[in-house]
Each structure stands twice: as C-alpha cells, then as structure tokens.
C-alpha cells in the first residue's frame, strides 16, 4: 500500500524537474515539496497495482493515443471552421447515449476529457456505465453507430493504457 505513494512521490518529482528543467537547490526544495503534497492528497487514487507501471505496452500506447485525438481535433476544427464559413451546412445537434467499456475512473475521466476537447463534442454526464455525449451534428441514418465507432477507437487505447 505505501509502495504507490512512493512511486507516486518519485514520478511527481521527476515530472516536477522535467517542467522547471532545473536542478538548483530551490527547484528540488519546492519540487520535493509539491510532490509530498500530491503524494498525501492523491496517492490513494493512484494505481492499486504498481506493477500497471512498469508494463512496457501501456507507455507505448500512449503515442497512437496522442495522435489520434491530435487528429480528431484537427479534423472536428476544420469541420467547424467549414461550418462557420459556409453557414447553409447544416447542424443536427443531439445528445447521445453511449455504454462505455473503459472500467477505471482515470480512463473514463481522460475519455470524457478527450471528447470535450474535441470540437464539436461535449460530455454532459457519466452515469453508471453509460456517457451522454453532445454532438453538433449527427447522421439521422444511424446517430447511435456513429458516435460509437468514434468513442470506441479512444476507448480501444485506453483500455490498453488504464484497465
């Protein structure tokens, strides 16, 4: 049990050094001083099971994360962009309901996260196992299959990354 607010205290540390890329004796004070802080307050959030950490193929599934939604928000901004500057495209905004396959509260926060970053998009509500998504434009053909193959493409990476 304490092994995750130690490892929580060392990676904080050193994420602390990366952001102030300094290694003075103040820097390691103050960064010494916020990670005991996140440590206390945050540690019994952090993984139950170290060993989560040192699996190789969670880090490497952070890379085709990160691009992918790098290219959903370019793709959603030159979607609105196109929308504003041809206003006659038209909008069908609705609120959809999707079940979610991520399990861990860190998954589903950074999924929600994604989504509302994306333009476009917003997370109304996380209940259960089932997220309401805002969409400004959804097909009438098939709103349900649409928004579910978009979310379970994130969903698929962070399953690998957080469950």
Same mark, same amino acid.
């Given at each position: 049990? =304490? @092994?995750?607010?130690? $490892?929580?205290? #060392? &990676? %904080?540390?050193?994420? +602390?050094?990366?952001?102030?890329?300094?290694?003075? /004796?103040?820097?390691?004070?103050?960064?010494?001083?916020?990670?005991?802080?996140?440590?206390?307050?945050?540690g019994?959030?952090f993984?139950?099971?170290?060993?989560?950490?040192?699996?190789? =193929? @969670?880090?490497?599934? $952070?890379?085709? #994360? &990160? %691009?992918?939604?790098? +290219?959903?928000?370019?793709?959603?901004?030159?979607? /609105?962009?196109?929308?504003?500057?041809?206003?006659?495209?038209?909008?069908?905004?609705?609120?959809?309901k999707?079940?979610?396959?991520?399990?861990?509260?860190?998954?589903?926060?950074?999924?929600?996260?994604?989504?509302?970053?994306?333009?476009?998009?917003?997370?109304?509500?996380?209940?259960?196992?089932?997220?309401?998504?805002?969409?400004?434009?959804?097909?009438?053909?098939?709103?349900?299959?649409?928004?579910?193959?978009?979310?379970?493409?994130?969903?698929?990476?962070?399953?690998?990354?957080?469950?």
């Amino acid at each position: 049990m =304490r @092994r995750r607010y130690i $490892v929580l205290f #060392f &990676l %904080a540390l050193l994420f +602390w050094m990366l952001l102030t890329w300094s290694v003075s /004796i103040d820097s390691l004070i103050a960064g010494t001083v916020v990670a005991v802080l996140t440590s206390v307050f945050f540690g019994k959030y952090f993984y139950t099971s170290i060993y989560k950490l040192i699996q190789f =193929r @969670r880090f490497v599934m $952070v890379i085709p #994360f &990160l %691009a992918y939604f790098i +290219w959903q928000c370019i793709m959603a901004n030159i979607d /609105i962009a196109w929308r504003i500057i041809r206003p006659k495209i038209s909008i069908r905004p609705a609120i959809i309901k999707v079940p979610l396959l991520v399990q861990t509260d860190l998954g589903r926060a950074i999924l929600s996260c994604a989504l509302s970053m994306t333009p476009g998009t917003i997370v109304i509500d996380i209940k259960d196992d089932i997220m309401y998504v805002h969409w400004i434009y959804v097909d009438d053909k098939d709103p349900d299959s649409y928004t579910t193959k978009r979310i379970r493409q994130f969903e698929k990476y962070l399953i690998t990354i957080f469950d």
